[in-house]
């Protein structure tokens, strides 16, 4: 089903020229308080409460900043908005999954662009897929996405707003209880985020790793980094900086055991090929039976899913504490793949689950509304264009 969007709250649909909060640290709201004449030795205090009321509480107003003054808080309002994307069209896919298509703000030549976040629902947890750039600059042959030009990175505000946006609409922050009573048994919503939606996230180093570290303050969205996960194609030289820096779970887009598969499947890899990328997950911080290194393989018909592939990923595999996610191919129009068969699947999953690796099969989510992995943008594109039709047969 698709549900569009209409009467939604200023904060989804204004292009406002102030600039917004959202994406600043505790040292990047301090300079802006500043700019409005706060005193030097107060800055650090009204920080910390900004802090609360933005990214603990979800507000999108200064006026419900209580303990604030409201000489501060009418100051506030007159300089700076607490934002989110605009939302462009809400999806809800008939097992739950959600899809935003987002509109950005303008860029330095008055461009919005837009990206879409999808969340999915579990009776354990709740997981939000978000994007990091828009388009992508890789080209992988099996991902739509890839088939969009790299227009920008996203700003640390656009990848954290997502977060925001998503709790807004499903209705996760703190004083929502009331409004939606029944979370998931781990007790919120949103319970893990996944770098996964479009773009390469170690291609935008800087603002994910400011938005992350936001989205993981224990006094503000407090999602632990256990429950971050950042998913690479293969950027080696990184890799190992974002273990350091960033401090997520890593995912791998592998898809392929010999390099003359993942060549054609994953470009990257003529620049950093298998035997490098898996030296650097070998050597990245704080990997360890604990914090398993997750190997992303799409299941293609006749490419990647023989026996011997499996046995070859195996081999691979050695000395790196890992699991597999192996990911029924989601198609989408164009594409020259093919899902490989359920049971050439099982029995792939059966040499790895033999040789101790857990690999589970990602249960294909929300693909009725385009919004399964691989499938990001493409659906959104072609109904909003059906709309443009519709409308102008009308005009």
């Not at 689950?353 to 594109?381: F, H, W």
């Amino acid at each position: 089903m698709t549900t569009l969007i209409s009467n939604l709250p200023e904060r989804y649909i204004q292009n406002d020229s102030r600039p917004s909060l959202v994406g600043l640290d505790r040292a990047g709201l301090m300079d802006m308080l500043g700019r409005i004449g706060v005193a030097e030795k107060q800055r650090k205090m009204r920080a910390n409460q900004l802090w609360h009321w933005i990214y603990h509480k979800g507000v999108t107003s200064f006026a419900a900043m209580s303990n604030i003054s409201k000489d501060l808080r009418e100051k506030l309002d007159e300089a700076f908005v607490i934002a989110r994307p605009e939302i462009v069209m809400e999806q809800k896919s008939s097992d739950g999954t959600m899809k935003w298509l987002l509109r950005l703000g303008a860029d330095e030549r008055g461009q919005r662009h837009e990206i879409e976040c999808v969340y999915i629902p579990e009776e354990d947890r709740g997981t939000l897929c978000i994007s990091s750039q828009v388009g992508c600059t890789l080209t992988c042959t099996f991902c739509h996405t890839g088939t969009q030009k790299l227009v920008r990175n996203l700003t640390a505000e656009e990848i954290v707003g997502q977060v925001m946006l998503a709790r807004d609409r499903i209705k996760d922050w703190p004083d929502d209880l009331e409004a939606n009573p029944s979370p998931p048994s781990s007790g919120r919503y949103i319970t893990n985020v996944v770098l996964m939606g479009m773009g390469e996230p170690l291609y935008n180093f800087d603002n994910v790793k400011q938005a992350m570290d936001i989205a993981a303050d224990g006094e503000g969205i407090s999602l632990s980094k256990r429950r971050i996960t950042l998913s690479t194609s293969g950027v080696v030289p990184e890799i190992a900086r974002a273990g350091e820096e960033i401090g997520t779970m890593l995912a791998i887009s592998l898809h392929g055991t010999t390099d003359e598969i993942r060549n054609k499947l994953v470009p990257l890899n003529k620049k950093y090929p298998i035997a490098e990328l898996l030296q650097a997950c070998r050597n990245y911080p704080g990997v360890s039976n604990a914090r398993r290194i997750t190997f992303e393989y799409v299941m293609l018909k006749g490419v990647n899913d023989s026996k011997d592939d499996a046995k070859r990923l195996v081999q691979l595999l050695k000395g790196i504490p890992a699991k597999v996610n192996l990911i029924p191919f989601n198609p989408w129009p164009g594409t020259p793949y093919e899902c490989s068969d359920w049971d050439t699947i099982e029995v792939f999953a059966e040499v790895l689950n033999k040789a101790g690796y857990a690999s589970p099969v990602r249960t294909p989510r929300g693909r009725d509304i385009m919004a399964a992995c691989g499938q990001l943008k493409s659906e959104s594109q072609k109904i909003r264009a059906k709309e443009r039709i519709a409308l102008e047969s009308h005009q």
